[in-house]
């Protein structure tokens, strides 16, 4: 049960900021949180939502590196569907001049997401050719542009036809509908020798049908499972494609490889500043829409990023 409702501001502790939000994204493992289904469980009530971008109110005494005044934006596990969050002042990010804080907040997850699983688990090259499942969603659409800019060919994989126009807008070079067509047969005639990579935050049924249009000695990354299904993989076609499947999990990947990670931010921040990435916002609410944002994503149907706009 998800409603709105007036909550005091907690007041700030040592290390601490207060944010005044001015977007929140809605991200899919939001979904999974409200639902007690998410890998870390929230005892309730709790304020929901992992991603906003805002201006800072309010710092703590001891707080030296933010000031009243600074664009930022910040994640966790719950807290962003509300007008303030107070959270740890280092935890929150300098959002660059002149991008708008919705896009700030729509950047973030689906983004960092994308471009750690391509840059480093996938080690997407010029030239590869990168198949992304779930391509109109968040993390699909980004890995589409991202893949693109990293000099790829993107095969696009989505449920619907409005789907697949934003993800050809997107750079995706050959679009697949799922719901109309066989994937396996489709892969096939489109990669006749084969894909590099399989870029999967889906799951379910799509996973096996693109794991085999992987080329010998191709990459499987494994990101979610939007669908709801984990899907089993035969372990023989593992053995006779010669193929890698991997896992991307955000926090384990922070914390094993820091360098990267380091080096990836930056490389994004510098994409985001110099336009040659631009978010797709598919929907905006106000924070009484919440339950119908989040409907909208657990259900499949979003667009690109959706996002709470507290401006309005
Ligand atoms: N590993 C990590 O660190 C990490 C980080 C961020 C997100 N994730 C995970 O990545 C997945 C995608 O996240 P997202 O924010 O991109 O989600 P999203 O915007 O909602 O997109 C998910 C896509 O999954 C497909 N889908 C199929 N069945 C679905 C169902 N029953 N409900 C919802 N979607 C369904 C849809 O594509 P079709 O058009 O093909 O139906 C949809 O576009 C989630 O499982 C999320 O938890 C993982």
Excluded: C
Excluded at 13 to 21: S, T
Excluded at 24 to 52: C, H, M, R, T, W
Excluded at 61 to 85: K, M, S, Y
Excluded at 125 to 149: I, K, P, Q
Aim: aromatic share 4%; net charge negative.
């Amino acid at each position: 049960v998800v409603e709105v409702d007036d909550i005091p501001t907690p007041a700030l502790a040592p290390g601490q900021a207060r944010v005044r939000i001015v977007a929140a994204a809605v991200n899919f493992p939001d979904v999974l949180v409200v639902a007690g289904e998410y890998q870390i469980k929230v005892p309730p009530p709790f304020v929901p939502g992992s991603e906003f971008a805002g201006v800072v109110e309010a710092v703590a005494d001891d707080v030296q590196r933010l000031v009243a005044g600074d664009r930022v934006t910040g994640t966790g596990i719950v807290g962003a569907f509300a007008e303030e969050a107070v959270v740890a002042a280092q935890t929150l990010q300098p959002v660059p001049s002149g991008v708008d804080l919705r896009l700030a907040a729509a950047f973030g997850v689906a983004h960092r997401t994308a471009y750690h699983v391509l840059r480093s688990v996938a080690d997407v090259r010029e030239g590869d050719e990168v198949v992304v499942l779930g391509a109109g969603g968040g993390v699909g659409l980004a890995a589409v542009r991202l893949a693109t800019v990293l000099g790829a060919t993107v095969t696009a994989v989505a449920s619907s036809s409005r789907k697949l126009e934003v993800a050809a807008a997107h750079g995706a070079t050959h679009v697949i509908d799922h719901s109309t067509t066989d994937l396996r047969q489709a892969l096939r005639e489109a990669l006749p020798d084969g894909a590099d990579v399989v870029v999967d935050p889906v799951g379910g049924q799509l996973s096996e049908p693109a794991l085999r249009s992987l080329h010998w000695g191709g990459r499987f990354v494994t990101v979610g499972f939007a669908s709801g299904e984990i899907p089993r993989i035969p372990l023989n076609l593992v053995l006779l494609k010669g193929v890698q499947i991997l896992g991307f999990q955000f926090i384990d990947f922070v914390m094993h490889r820091p360098d990267e990670f380091a080096r990836n931010e930056q490389e994004l921040a510098a994409l985001l500043e110099q336009r040659r990435i631009d978010p797709h916002v598919g929907a905006t609410f106000t924070l009484d829409e919440v339950v119908a944002a989040l409907e909208l994503v657990a259900t499949g149907q979003a667009v690109g990023k959706v996002v709470i706009d507290l401006s309005r």
